[in-house]
Every structure is written in structure tokens, then in C-alpha cells.
């Protein structure tokens, strides 16, 4: 199955204020964002993408915008809704260090898979469509471009903790213990018996070894030889 790099957006004007953004219009990446997309999209400048989709929010088309710009081909690009940000309704605008005092601020962080935002949605319905989005978009990418493909997914912090916390076969309530940083890569191939985790909130590197990574299959006992290198097994 294809290689999908889950880009999280550059920092924005809220992530700097302590802000909780959620889905509020207008939230645009800062100058520091602005920096760490272009960075990002230097980093897989190397790796022909097959697919570019993004969360229909700004700071995530302005990320998936400097990713297309520096591919030397044309990638499809699409938006899709399965990968934006969590809907945290009244939560949505306010000051971190104020809902660190709610109650529910610790069910959030001790078991997620409990966590229903007031007038929002439950982590859980994110997790569920995010990870539903993912897999489709993958499996449409190997249809259409075959097994060795590359494609970007542009979402946001949670949805890709908890898409990650999924391929990683662990619960919900463990997503907590997974980092993803703004501008950060992290890479998952769907293979035929599981998915493998490949990478996980990279913000430094050239990832164009990614053309010559060998397609998912068998776990090689012992770790295998590496991008590029033939395991005898496969």
C-alpha cells in the first residue's frame, strides 16, 4: 500500500496566544508558521507526492499551499472534511490555561475516549472519521497510482494523534502519550497484515529516502536493512 505523510499545520496566531482555535475562522499561521510549513514542504520536496488533501481550515490549506508549491509535479489536491479539526464548541476560542481548570480538562487527558466537548463532538467521532478519511484517501491513492505511491494528508494535532494512535493498534485513551508538533511529519504505510508505523513528529531531515522505501509486507524479524535495502524476506 502507499506511503501517507501526516503533516500537522505550522503554528498559528492562536497556538501563540495559548488560544484553543477549534474550527473559528480567520486563524491564519504566524510568521513562525509561515517558516515551518516552507520547511516542512522542503523536507518532501524530493518525494513526488501523489495526493495532497487538506482540512478545509486555513492554517491547514496555507501548510498543504507551500507543500504543492514545491513539488516539481502537479498532485492531485483535494479537501477533505474527515481530517479537520475537532469540532470543541464551547470550548472554541478560549484561553488554554482557563479550560485546564474545567473538569473535563482531565478526562482529556486520562481517558479521551470519555471526552464529549460541550456542544461539540466526542474525541472518539473525530478519531473515527479521521481515521475513516485516511484509509479511504490511501486506498483511492493505490487504486489509482499503485502500491509505491507517496501522498500527503494536512490536518491537525489531534486528528493526527489519534490516526496515529490507531495505526499503532493502541486505545484512544493512550493518544495522550503521542506528540505531534506544528509543521511536523509523521509517516504510516497500510500494509496487507497491519499498518506500519514508519515515523512519528519529524520536524528536521530530507525525506526523499521515501522513494526507494520498500513497500509494506512481512515485519522483518531483526529490524530488516533499512529504506533502500532488500530484505530477503520480502
Known amino acids: 500500500m502507499p506511503t501517507v505523510l501526516l503533516v500537522r499545520h505550522g503554528r498559528t496566531t492562536a497556538n501563540a ?34 495526493r495532497v488533501v487538506t482540512s478545509p481550515l486555513e492554517r491547514c490549506r496555507q501548510t ?95 486528528v493526527i494523534k489519534s490516526v496515529l494512535a490507531d495505526a499503532l493498534g493502541v486505545h484512544l485513551d493512550l493518544f495522550q502519550r503521542i506528540v505531534v508538533g506544528p509543521a511536523s511529519i509523521s509517516v504510516v504505510r497500510y500494509g496487507p497484515h497491519r499498518p506500519e508505523v514508519v515515523a512519528v513528529n519529524t520536524d528536521a531531515g530530507d525525506l526523499s529516502w521515501l522513494r526507494s522505501a520498500a513497500p509494506a509486507g512481512d515485519a522483518p524479524v531483526g529490524g530488516g536493512a533499512g529504506p533502500g535495502q532488500a530484505d530477503a524476506a520480502r
Open 64 to 158: 498543504a499551499r507551500a507543500v504543492l508549491d514545491h513539488q516539481a509535479d502537479d498532485p492531485e489536491s483535494l479537501t477533505e472534511h474527515g481530517i479537520t479539526e475537532c469540532d470543541y464548541g464551547q470550548w472554541q476560542g478560549r484561553a488554554l490555561k482557563d479550560l485546564a481548570q474545567e473538569p473535563l480538562w482531565s478526562v482529556v487527558q486520562a481517558q479521551p475516549s470519555a471526552a464529549v466537548f460541550p456542544g461539540g463532538e466526542s474525541l472518539a467521532a473525530m478519531q473515527a472519521r479521521g481515521v475513516e478519511a485516511v484509509r479511504r484517501h490511501d486506498a483511492e491513492v493505490a487504486a489509482r497510482h499503485g502500491a509505491d505511491a507517496v501522498w500527503a494528508a494536512v490536518s491537525h494535532g489531534d
Open 17 to 50: 496566544s495559548g488560544l484553543l482555535a477549534g474550527r473559528a475562522d480567520g486563524v491564519a499561521l504566524d510568521a513562525v508558521g509561515r517558516d515551518q510549513a516552507a520547511r516542512a514542504a522542503e523536507r518532501v520536496a524530493g518525494v513526488p507526492l501523489a
